[in-house]
């Protein structure tokens, strides 16, 4: 055993590429938020927020590109888990621990955020469109227009929020 309770693990270049390839492969699972190994500190504060900041980055990444496979039909809808799903997630890992739970978490609030800056009028996303319009055109849209956005927009995470919700339903009890 070593510092922090790690267990180093030596593997071939071939098992490393095997195991790459695989990861490629595979599709999103139920715990795909799992970490592949978890550092509970860095050895000064600056390398403990670089390592967050990386891994922010990371999962925000990982958000944007989850939602693009989405549209793009190689994720399937079925896979995204709603309020329920993440409450039964959440208790599923928190069974693990303290360091899973905050893990989790963390990648709550990552995606939360990613969802929160989608360019759709009822969220900041789509604030953040109407002031780049209101800034290149001198001119706020029109209200009409945000009305109907905003109605659109609402429509839409209306309907993710259905299918999110069935999809747990649906895992829990079918």
């Given at each position: 055993?070593?510092?922090?309770g ?5 593997l071939?270049?071939d098992?490393?590429?095997a195991a790459n390839?695989l ?7 139920p ?7 978890v550092?509970?500190?860095?050895s000064?504060p ?12 990371k ?6 590109l989850t939602i693009?496979?989405l ?9 995204l888990?709603?309020p ?8 599923k890992?928190?069974?693990q ?5 905050l893990f989790?978490?963390?990648l709550l609030?990552?995606?939360l955020?990613v969802?929160n800056?989608?360019?759709l ?20 849209p ?7 956005a ?5 429509g839409l995470l209306?309907s993710l929020?259905?299918?999110t919700?069935f999809n ?7």
């Amino acid at each position: 055993m070593t510092d922090g309770g790690s267990y180093p693990i030596e593997l071939t270049q071939d098992e490393r590429d095997a195991a790459n390839a695989l990861k490629r492969t595979v599709g999103l699972s139920p715990s795909f938020f799992e970490p592949e190994s978890v550092t509970l500190q860095g050895s000064i504060p600056f390398e403990a927020a670089a390592m967050g900041t990386k891994e922010t980055v990371k999962w925000i990444t990982l958000t944007y590109l989850t939602i693009d496979r989405l549209v793009r039909g190689s994720v399937e809808v079925k896979q995204l888990h709603g309020p329920v799903g993440i409450l039964d997630v959440g208790a599923k890992t928190a069974a693990q621990g303290l360091t899973y739970l905050l893990f989790f978490l963390g990648l709550l609030s990552v995606n939360l955020a990613v969802l929160n800056f989608l360019p759709l009028p009822v969220v900041d996303g789509g604030h953040m469109i109407f002031l780049a319009w209101e800034g290149v055109t001198g001119r706020p849209p029109s209200v009409t227009f945000q009305k109907w956005a905003t109605m659109i927009g609402l429509g839409l995470l209306g309907s993710l929020f259905a299918v999110t919700f069935f999809n747990d339903l649906s895992r829990l009890f079918g």
